[in-house]
């Protein structure tokens, strides 16, 4: 089992076209085994410490493999959708880890 974790820069205006690449992006999650186990939009109430600019959003998602994840990427119906991605994202940052016992 492999963990992401993605925090999410959204372009100031861009929110709903970042929401319409989420609705495709999601639900594709689940054909490659795949499960979305948290998802966060923090506000100002929630941030105790920070040092970095806080993101939009938060995902945390987990695979059955890395090959899982992979095919994710490269999912056809998800990549034609991509362009809304780039639209509404200024950046991310993709954290890959295991789950420590």
Do not use: C, W
């Amino acid at each position: 089992m492999i963990h992401i974790t993605q925090l999410i820069y959204v372009k100031k205006g861009k929110e709903e076209i970042f929401h319409e690449f989420e609705e495709i992006a999601i639900p594709t999650i689940l054909k490659y085994n795949g499960r979305l186990t948290l998802r966060i939009r923090p506000n100002d109430n929630a941030i105790i410490e920070s040092n970095i600019k806080v993101p939009y959003g938060i995902h945390l998602v987990e695979f059955e493999s890395q090959e899982d994840f992979d095919n994710f990427m490269l999912d056809e119906e998800r990549k034609k959708f991509l362009h809304l991605k780039d639209e509404s994202i200024e950046s991310a940052i993709l954290i890959q880890g295991v789950q420590l016992n």
